[in-house]
């Protein structure tokens, strides 16, 4: 059975940090994309940031480009969100998501429907 077990949420001032983790289960892990979303109260699940392979770069939606650092550790089978400088704007439920690595790529990683897995969800709360 393939888990996606996303933890690190809670509540932060803005301009705090927090940390999200997806450890990742039932799945040959090196295979596959894993990307974070979020889902804001009322809005559309928006992707957020995207990482290939252990040794790729991130992509990053320009709202957290420069502020959030997405990161997998092959070895734990964990894929890390580092979110710095949060705003009020930022609070939602964070998703990770994953699907094979030859089905995300720069072009389509933010496209909902391309994700064979989903976690369950942790809620960010950032208070101004």
């Known amino acids: 059975e393939v888990q996606l077990q996303a933890s690190g949420g809670g509540l932060v001032q803005a301009g705090g940090s927090l940390t999200l983790s997806c450890a990742v289960s039932?799945?040959?892990?090196?295979?596959?994309?894993i990307t974070w979303f979020r889902q804001a109260p009322g809005k559309e699940r928006e992707a957020v940031a995207y990482?290939?392979?252990?040794?790729?770069?991130?992509y990053y939606a320009d709202s957290v480009s420069g502020r959030f650092t997405i990161y997998r550790d092959n070895a734990k089978n964990t894929v890390y969100l580092q979110m710095n400088n949060l705003e009020p704007e930022d609070t939602a439920v964070y998703y990770c998501?994953?699907?094979?690595?030859?089905?995300?790529?720069?072009?389509?990683?933010?496209?909902?429907?391309?994700?064979?897995?989903w976690g369950q969800g942790t809620l960010v709360t950032v208070s101004s």
């Open positions: 039932g799945l040959t892990f090196d295979d596959y994309a």
């Open positions: 998501a994953a699907s094979p690595i030859y089905i995300i790529g720069p072009y389509v990683w933010k496209r909902r429907n391309e994700y064979n897995y």
């Open positions: 990482v290939p392979t252990n040794a790729g770069r991130g």
